[in-house]
């Protein structure tokens, strides 16, 4: 990858919607959500406050995380498509 996030965005590759339910029932793909899970495939350094202060990304390359339905924009890359968007919208990390 030769492309790297500026301040506090992140850039997120989706992770696979389900295509069953857990008792086995086949979700057609018209009716499948869109995913609100990814992996962190790279963040920026951090935001910088008013004072110049900068404040570091909490998330790290690699973590998986969940965020909001309508968050961020999605990109084409390399013929692969990612979801760029701001720490904030990051709702939490996946353990």
Same mark, same amino acid.
């Given at each position: 990858?030769? +492309?790297?996030?500026?301040?506090? *965005? &992140? &850039? &997120?590759?989706?992770?696979?919607? #389900?295509?069953?339910?857990?008792? @086995?029932?086949?979700?057609?793909?018209?009716?499948?959500?869109?995913?609100?899970?990814? !992996?962190? /495939?790279?963040?920026?350094?951090?935001? /910088?406050? #008013?004072?110049?202060?900068?404040?570091?990304?909490?998330?790290?390359? @690699?973590? *998986? /995380?969940? +965020?909001?339905?309508?968050?961020?924009?999605? /990109?084409?890359?390399?013929?692969? #498509?990612?979801? &760029?968007?701001? !720490?904030?919208?990051?709702?939490?990390?996946? #353990?």
């Amino acid at each position: 990858m030769n +492309f790297k996030p500026i301040r506090d *965005r &992140i &850039i &997120i590759r989706l992770l696979e919607a #389900e295509t069953a339910t857990k008792s @086995g029932i086949i979700i057609p793909d018209a009716a499948q959500e869109k995913p609100s899970q990814g !992996e962190v /495939v790279a963040a920026g350094p951090g935001r /910088v406050t #008013e004072d110049g202060t900068l404040i570091p990304t909490e998330v790290k390359t @690699g973590d *998986r /995380v969940l +965020f909001g339905k309508y968050a961020g924009t999605a /990109v084409k890359i390399d013929g692969d #498509e990612y979801h &760029i968007l701001r !720490e904030d919208d990051v709702m939490a990390i996946v #353990e």
